[in-house]
Each structure stands twice: as C-alpha cells, then as structure tokens.
C-alpha cells in the first residue's frame, strides 16, 4: 500500500484516503486468490537469497515446483533441474534422482549414473533458466518466478545465492556472476511462451531489468503480496 503524505490532506482526508486504498488492497488479494482456484499454475525457484522469506513447502499446496541445485538438500520439488558437474555428482552421491525426478544435460561423466533425465538436445543454459524453459513445456498458463534476482549482492559485488560458504558453492567473499546469459535465456522463454502468464516475485526496489518489463507477458509481484495471496506463513 502507497504511503500517503498528511500534509496533503485534512485529518478526515486523510482517513478516508488510508481507507480507501486498504480496501483496495483487500481487493486485489481477493481478486489474486479467485484466480488461483481458476489457474493452472507453476513456480519456478531461483537461488538467490529474495525468496528466503517463502517456505517451499507451502507452494506444493497451489502447484507443480521446479527447483535448482542444491535445494535438495532441504526440500524436494516436484522436478529438480542441475547442470552444473559437479552438482550432478554431488546428487548422485545421495542417490536422490533415483526416488525423485532429476532433470539434467548429457555428459559422459554421468555414463555410470542411473536415474537421471537428460535434456536432448543440450540447451547450454544454467539451471534457472532450464527449469523455466522445462515448466513453460507442461501446459501452465501461469509461472510464478521466485529467487531470480540476477544482480549480485552489495551493488552486484559479491555472490547472491542462498548456497554460498556451501559445498560445490563459492564463498560470500566472492564477486558476483555476470548475470547477462541468465537474462537473456529467461527473456528467451517468455517471449516464446506468449500464452503463458510469467510473474517474477521480488522484494521491494529490486531490480527488474527492461528486457523483461518489455514483454507483455510478464508482469512482478511484492512478496508481501504474493504471501498473503496465496495466504503463506
């Protein structure tokens, strides 16, 4: 809710002001969560630290989860999508692909592995992007994108990702990752997907680069927001 100047307006005013634009909100959540019963929806999960404030588990209520990487460790997504190498191995070690659905690229270092999903042909994208790609091919008509935040942490200096000082991770220390290749390849997915509704949740004032508020089909959200829409904890 827009936060209101009382030096604009009389006592009165005011109130009324503060009143009117709590009931819009209120409508907006309600009008939010009509559509969900109506939607057939996804979410996408990042690993960038934004959507922290969001239990994973809580989403599997509302739709299909795709994840990335390590979030394995402490949740399982209903697809889970690695390509980096040494990821690969590291979920081999738990044997977790062989009861859960494991999404990755081809590569002879796999050859001995079982339970894998291989994408064919090889996209050469990073994860993130792959798991939207892979959700935008199951028939959603909207995905919901969370931990998405390209921009690095301090000003896009150091690494933003929730795994970082982890195994397979770099460490916090680090500096950022260009994140040029992952915008592109999300832009590429929404702009191919024109029937699909793609809304990317962030926290406020983050950074939303134009090459996606370009495309009609992808719209942001708050957190704040999207929780009591889908009325998370």
């Given at each position: 809710?827009?936060?209101?100047?009382?030096?604009?307006?009389?006592?009165?005013?005011?109130?009324?002001?503060?009143?009117?634009?709590?009931?819009q909100k209120q409508q907006?959540?309600?009008?939010?969560?009509?559509?969900?019963?109506?939607?057939?929806?996804?979410?996408?999960?990042?690993?960038?630290?934004?959507?922290?404030?969001?239990?994973?588990?809580?989403?599997?209520?509302?739709?299909?989860?795709?994840?990335?990487?390590?979030?394995?460790?402490?949740?399982?997504?209903?697809?889970?999508?690695a390509v980096d190498v040494?990821?690969?191995?590291?979920?081999?070690?738990?044997?977790?692909?062989?009861?859960?659905?494991?999404?990755?690229?081809?590569?002879?270092?796999?050859?001995?592995?079982?339970?894998?999903?291989?994408?064919?042909?090889?996209?050469?994208?990073?994860?993130?992007?792959?798991?939207?790609?892979?959700?935008?091919?199951?028939?959603?008509?909207?995905?919901?994108?969370?931990?998405?935040?390209?921009?690095?942490?301090?000003?896009?200096?150091?690494?933003?990702?929730?795994?970082?000082?982890?195994?397979?991770?770099?460490?916090?220390?680090?500096?950022?990752?260009?994140?040029?290749?992952?915008?592109?390849?999300?832009?590429?997915?929404?702009?191919?997907?024109?029937?699909?509704?793609?809304?990317?949740?962030?926290?406020?004032?983050?950074?939303d680069p134009k090459d996606?508020?370009?495309?009609?089909?992808?719209?942001?959200?708050?957190?704040?927001?999207?929780?009591?829409?889908?009325?998370?904890?």
């Amino acid at each position: 809710m827009p936060k209101l100047d009382k030096k604009l307006y009389s006592k009165q005013e005011y109130k009324n002001r503060k009143t009117f634009l709590k009931q819009q909100k209120q409508q907006s959540i309600d009008n939010l969560q009509n559509d969900i019963v109506l939607d057939h929806i996804a979410f996408v999960l990042g690993n960038g630290i934004s959507r922290k404030p969001i239990d994973e588990n809580e989403l599997l209520f509302y739709g299909k989860v795709y994840g990335c990487n390590a979030i394995y460790r402490t949740f399982t997504p209903d697809y889970l999508v690695a390509v980096d190498v040494k990821m690969v191995i590291e979920i081999n070690e738990t044997g977790y692909q062989k009861k859960n659905i494991v999404w990755t690229n081809p590569n002879r270092a796999y050859d001995a592995m079982e339970g894998f999903n291989y994408f064919k042909p090889n996209k050469g994208w990073s994860s993130g992007p792959t798991a939207l790609w892979l959700a935008s091919g199951h028939g959603y008509n909207k995905i919901y994108i969370l931990g998405f935040d390209y921009m690095g942490l301090n000003l896009g200096k150091h690494v933003n990702n929730i795994y970082v000082d982890t195994k397979n991770y770099k460490k916090s220390t680090d500096g950022a990752t260009y994140y040029g290749n992952w915008l592109r390849q999300t832009q590429s997915t929404i702009k191919q997907n024109t029937n699909i509704q793609y809304i990317r949740v962030l926290q406020d004032n983050a950074f939303d680069p134009k090459d996606l508020t370009s495309l009609k089909n992808y719209s942001i959200l708050s957190i704040d927001l999207f929780k009591k829409m889908f009325c998370l904890t």
